[in-house]
């Protein structure tokens, strides 16, 4: 339940955005650029990383290795093996240490694709064959 003025009538909520840390700020900037997602610079070690679809996500100069090491990403996308085979393309485990595409594996609820950053920080591209 949102929270609202009116205790009967929930607040409208515009996006959700996660805060990213990374372990070398600069080389995940370029890893997150290199996937194609657009950076808006806020502050000094603070970028806001959009996808073409308007998802978006903070990306900050902060690292405690526990919490990276514990954080996982899902992104729902259209296509599962599509968003793969654009990812695969890219060849982003040449260009960063550290980094490491899984191809597309099948689940009861549907298909995805795992993708760790050069934090170690793992995204889930998943499609839902099924509704939850």
Known sequence: MELSDDHNKPAETIAIRPFLGAANFEISRAF????GWTETVLWDGFVLFSTPSGLSFYLQDAYVKDWIDNTQMFMEVA???AFYDKLAALDL???FEGVRLTPVRHAGWGRECFLYDPSGILWHFGTFTTTL
């Not at 997150?32 to 996937?35: K, L, P, S």
């Open 32 to 35: 997150y650029r290199a996937i």
């Open 79 to 81: 296509d599962a093996d």
């Open 93 to 95: 485990p040449t260009q």
